[in-house]
């Protein structure tokens, strides 16, 4: 017994010991994508900026799609130091977005807002950001976003201040912009997204995604897991999500792909001392591997994946069935999103 007590101070000695240095997320075989809220940067001056330069090293992520950064001259001088990045902002009022990315892995062909007229204020308090750029000679589009806060849980169709009905707009509204000019472009839409995939249909903002097999929030067994694991614990909910197009999914499903909530609180004494310092808010971070090109003239052996669980678009265990929307869970971690019709 006194073996055990022992192990157990040395292993808490250890996790304790660990420090934002410690972070790993990007490897040179993947292109990573992470969607962080970075609370009213800097929310503890020097102190979170700091930090914040400390964990984009560590992460070594390909591309960052920030939310809330409020002093974007800080956030600058910051980039500035971290060699091989750059940033690009271009929204002028509060709670900016903010792309921070690899110039040594990443090319960017275009950069811009969508929905920047008054008309469509209502419905993107902050407009949406795109970045178009390539990876592995292959092209990708980010949208990152910052949906409305708050409501009550209830989705009021009749009412367009409802904050809920604002965020079905803002949904409908990337939807429609992407099926009709990214119809076959690998799509991520990113962002904190301020509402929960699992909510009941009548109230869920997300249907028109989580309805189209041509769409994938990878995000979706945290959703379904933990709270420990959400985004945004303090509530605790899960909010911020990353959601990809069907052009991605077999980049997805391969070993080395995944979706982290990265517990960055981890690696500081507490989340108190996170939440303080740094952000309300973890980061996600999709990872996919990016394979050379193969010719089509090799034999490839297929590899078995062994199926966990299969959920449907609620979170519930089922069976597989016809003609209904269904995530398919594998050992390996992958997540497929399909529709097997008669």
């Not at 006194?2 to 240095?21: P, V, Y």
């Not at 995944?258 to 690696?267: A, E, Q, T, V």
């Amino acid at each position: 017994m006194k073996k055990i007590i022992f192990l157990l101070l040395i292993s808490a000695q250890l996790l304790n010991g660990q420090s934002l240095e410690d972070l790993d997320f990007g490897t040179d075989s993947t292109f990573e994508v992470v969607s962080w809220n970075i609370e009213w940067f800097p929310k503890n001056g020097q102190v979170t900026a700091d930090s914040v330069k400390t964990i984009i090293q560590s992460l070594a992520a390909d591309v960052y799609a920030l939310q809330e950064i409020d002093d974007t001259t800080l956030l600058k001088q910051v980039v500035s130091t971290i060699p091989g990045y750059s940033c690009y902002f271009k929204s002028t009022y509060y709670g900016g977005l903010a792309y921070v990315y690899n110039t040594n892995t990443v090319q960017v062909n275009e950069k811009y807002e969508i929905y920047t007229s008054q008309p469509f204020w209502n419905t993107f308090p902050r407009s949406p950001q795109v970045l178009e750029l390539t990876f592995n000679n292959e092209d990708y589009v980010i949208l990152n976003n910052h949906f409305k806060c708050c409501g009550d849980g209830t989705l009021n169709t009749n009412d367009p201040n409802d904050e809920e009905m604002r965020r079905l707009s803002a949904v409908t509204l990337l939807k429609q912009y992407i099926d009709s000019l990214f119809i076959d472009e690998r799509v991520i839409i990113v962002g904190d997204l301020n509402d929960i995939l699992t909510d009941p249909t009548a109230n869920n903002v997300f249907n028109s995604f989580l309805n189209d097999s041509d769409y994938l929030f990878v995000d979706f067994p945290i959703a379904l897991g933990s709270s420990s694991n959400f985004s945004y614990p303090s509530w605790p909910s899960h909010l911020d999500h990353i959601l990809i197009s069907n052009e991605l999914f077999a980049d997805f499903s391969k070993p080395n792909s995944w979706l982290s909530c990265i517990r960055i609180d981890d690696y500081m004494s507490s989340w108190n001392a996170y939440d303080n310092n740094i952000s309300d808010h973890r980061p996600i971070g999709l990872r996919l591997q990016v394979d050379p090109v193969i010719s089509n003239t090799l034999e490839m052996e297929p590899k078995v994946k062994d199926l966990i669980k299969v959920m449907d678009v609620l979170g519930r265990e089922t069976k597989p069935k016809k003609n209904t929307p269904l995530f398919y869970m594998y050992e390996n971690g992958s997540v497929e999103k399909k529709i097997v019709v008669e």
